[in-house]
Structures are given as structure tokens and as C-alpha cells.
């Protein structure tokens, strides 16, 4: 059982920054990979950056460029640097742990604001 748990969410203005933290209670060096997701009401959570256990990443289009997925797996950390904020990245956003063997875990969400 892993448990996630992020933070750093909040209000930002439009072209802002913020840095979200996903810390895991188990070592994410034994993750297949580890992803950020985020949802905005009456629609589908939808895939923002993933990096794989050896460093590899993939962004969604509407984040390249201003997004940054890193990991620290002495800290079981993830993290993601957002960067140019818009309003339309204004949503829940989710830690996801995909495991070696298919099966996943979620973190609670942390909502982030974008908005004069």
C-alpha cells in the first residue's frame, strides 16, 4: 500500500508559478512510474506530465513548455514546476503511482486557482 499526499496548490495569477509536491510513504524508486493529473468538474481527468522510473518524461500538449515533471527518490518525491500559468490550468491536481505489476495509487488532490 502506498500512500500519496500532495501539496503546494493555490491561488496564482495568470502567468504565475507555482510548485506542486507529491510525497509518497513507500519508495517511489519501486513505481513503474509517476504521473500528475488534474480535473475540472463535469470532465475527465485528463494526463498533464508522467516520468518513468528511469527518468523519462512526456508532456500533455497544452503544458510543453511551461511544465516540468522531477522526482526525488531519496525524498519520494514528486514534483511539478508550473510555470506561465494560464486560467483554462485551473483544476484538481493528482499524484498518481503506476505500479510494476498495473495496479496504481492516488494521491487526495490539491486544487490550483489561476486568476487576477
Known amino acids: 500500500q502506498v500512500q500519496l499526499v500532495e501539496s ?3 491561488l496564482v495569477q495568470p502567468g504565475g508559478s507555482l510548485r506542486l509536491s507529491c510525497v509518497a510513504s513507500g519508495s517511489i524508486s519501486r513505481a513503474n512510474a509517476m504521473a500528475w493529473y488534474r480535473q475540472v468538474p463535469g470532465k475527465e481527468r485528463e494526463r498533464v506530465a508522467r516520468i518513468s522510473s528511469v527518468g523519462w518524461t512526456n508532456y500533455a500538449d497544452s503544458v510543453k513548455g511551461r511544465f516540468t515533471i522531477s522526482r526525488d527518490n531519496a525524498k519520494n518525491t514528486v514534483y511539478l514546476q508550473m510555470t506561465k500559468l494560464k486560467p483554462e490550468d485551473t483544476a484538481v491536481y493528482y499524484c498518481k503511482s503506476e505500479q510494476f505489476d498495473g495496479g496504481s495509487y492516488w494521491g ?9
Do not use: R, W
Request: proline share 0%.
Open 108 to 116: 487526495q488532490g490539491t486544487q490550483v486557482t489561476v486568476s487576477s
Open 8 to 10: 503546494g496548490g493555490g
